[in-house]
């Protein structure tokens, strides 16, 4: 209803408003897709922006651009999970998962001092890659066709009787509803204008 309500902005003054929205047509999956997607949004921002204090924060100081690459995957896989290819935004935030988890590993030896961060930001991690696992087979059996479901449409013209029977058809004379009628032709209504 936010964005219902901040398209109103945009109206013109004879345009009719919306009072209310209906039911969403997106299954669970779907939603649980599009908030990965937002948090991927934010998550790959803040790793951009503040890669320095999340470094240090990790232990991992010396890995500032790896951590500023990993914000721009995050938000090259944001993209497709926000859209219709949700399945490939997920499959793109799994193995970003599996990148994290392997970059935290690093950080998790006796010798780090923010070693406790470290763990922390494992579980968490940990979390999410559950979360997008589950989006992940969600969204499959949401959108998954029946087996044996292979359509095809190479042989469909748009024609119900053909290309052939349709041929002619706009040349015959059919009864012109009246108030499609009009005294004159197009070509006499442009030499009017014109002179």
């Known amino acids: 209803m936010l964005l219902t309500n901040l398209s109103g902005i945009a109206r013109s003054p004879g345009d009719p408003r919306v009072e209310r929205t209906g039911p969403s047509s997106l299954k ?24 320095g204090p999340i470094a240090r924060s990790l232990g991992l100081g010396h890995k500032e651009g790896l951590i500023r690459a990993y914000g721009a995957r995050e938000l090259a896989s944001a993209v497709p999970t926000l859209s219709v290819d949700k399945t490939v935004g997920l499959g793109a935030r799994i193995a970003g998962d599996l990148l994290d988890l392997a970059t935290l590993a690093s950080a998790l030896h006796p010798g780090n001092p923010k070693r406790d961060n470290a763990a922390i930001a494992t579980a968490l991690v940990l979390g999410i890659t559950v979360l997008d696992l589950l989006a992940y087979e969600g969204v499959k059996a949401v959108h998954r066709r029946a087996p044996g479901d292979n359509r095809r449409y190479s042989d469909r013209s748009g024609l119900p009787r053909g290309a052939q029977a349709s041929r002619g058809l706009a040349r015959q004379d059919f009864e012109t509803p009246p108030d499609y009628r009009a005294p004159g032709t197009v070509a006499e209504g442009l030499r009017v204008v014109a002179s």
């Not at 779907?30 to 948090?39: I, S, T």
């Open 28 to 51: 669970g999956a779907d939603q649980l897709a599009r908030a990965l997607g937002w948090f991927s949004v934010a998550l790959g921002i803040a790793e951009l922006v503040a890669a």
